[in-house]
């Protein structure tokens, strides 16, 4: 079965950077679009950032030029750079996969999350 398991989540004062990585079992992190997510409590999902098999990447409005989306294909892995962190990046964040090329809107695999607080 397909695994992806994240870690990395830690308490960060605002203005400070952290790094979070997404080890995947039964999947080739290269072959595939992924991405990362976020939720906060009380609050919809919100989509971070994604990047496609040829690395192609998108960023909400909300990090864009603060995180950093890139793939590991030596080590399987999926990572984000996050820096510049702001209190409102608080919140328990996702790894997730499709089975496309290219990104769709078909999130088909989920990690089970790691925890970022900023403050």
């Known amino acids: 079965d397909v695994q992806l398991v994240e870690s990395g989540g830690d308490f960060v004062q605002p203005g400070g950077s952290l790094r979070l990585s997404c080890v995947a079992s039964?999947?080739?992190?290269?072959?595939?679009?992924m991405g990362w997510f976020r939720q906060a409590p009380g609050k919809e999902r919100e989509e971070v950032a994604t990047i496609s098999r040829d690395g192609e990447t998108t960023y909400a409005d909300s990090v864009n030029g603060r995180f950093t989306i890139s793939k590991d294909n030596a080590q399987n892995t999926l990572n984000l750079q996050m820096n510049s962190a702001k209190p409102e990046d608080s919140a328990m964040y996702y790894c997730?996969?499709?089975?496309?090329?290219?990104?769709?809107?078909?999130?088909?695999?989920w990690g089970q999350g790691t925890q970022v607080t900023v403050s």
């Open positions: 039964a999947y080739t992190v290269r072959s595939y679009c």
């Open positions: 997730a996969g499709q089975w496309s090329y290219p990104c769709t809107n078909e999130w088909t695999f």
